[in-house]
């Protein structure tokens, strides 16, 4: 049976999951700004930075739990967490100015770039929630329940930093400010 705490933190999670995916899907609906802060521009590269970062935390975090070395492995989740957590706000703020950058129709990479794009932001949506529980179940030390949840949310959310990175990338010769 869960407890009370338990269940306030699940709902929790719940509740944050929803209001970060409903903020970003209104984030589509934005006219673009009039005009755009000169700072703006740089959001794109520090995001791919803070995915990357991201990416190499998590890679080895993983290297670290396999070694049995469970303060490391927190620790480096957590700043993973925090990273992933200012990625998530300087990417509304780049999105809240109405920013929208398009891959060239005639390139040949579009096919490549779209499933791209699409699988990263499918896993975004859902990888959310699934680090959240993980997180919870391993600082609340439910360790099988964490292991469980982490089988599924570490390479889900590994695939998410990785592709943000590609994302960028691909699409980074075609901004226009």
Not at 72 to 87: D, E, P, Q
Not at 100 to 117: G, K, M, Q
């Amino acid at each position: 049976m869960k407890s009370y705490s338990e269940k306030f933190y699940l709902r929790l999670i719940t509740v944050l999951s929803v209001v970060v995916f409903g903020l970003v899907f209104l984030l589509s609906l934005l006219p673009k700004a009039e005009t755009i802060p000169v700072f703006v521009k740089n959001l794109p590269l520090l995001n791919a930075t803070l995915n990357g970062s991201t990416a190499i935390l998590l890679c080895i975090s993983y290297y670290f739990i396999r070694r049995k070395k469970v303060s490391v492995h927190r620790k480096l989740n957590i700043t993973a967490c925090v990273l992933s957590t200012i990625f998530l706000l300087s990417y509304v703020t780049f999105h809240s100015y109405g920013v929208e950058t398009r891959f060239p129709a005639d390139n040949p990479l579009r096919p490549v770039y779209l499933f791209i794009l699409s699988s990263h932001i499918l896993l975004a949506a859902i990888v959310l929630p699934l680090v959240l529980i993980s997180l919870y179940r391993g600082l609340s030390n439910q360790v099988a329940m964490h292991r469980k949840i982490a089988r599924w949310a570490f390479p889900v959310w590994l695939y998410v930093a990785v592709t943000g990175v590609v994302v960028y990338l691909m699409i980074a010769p075609y901004y226009r400010f």
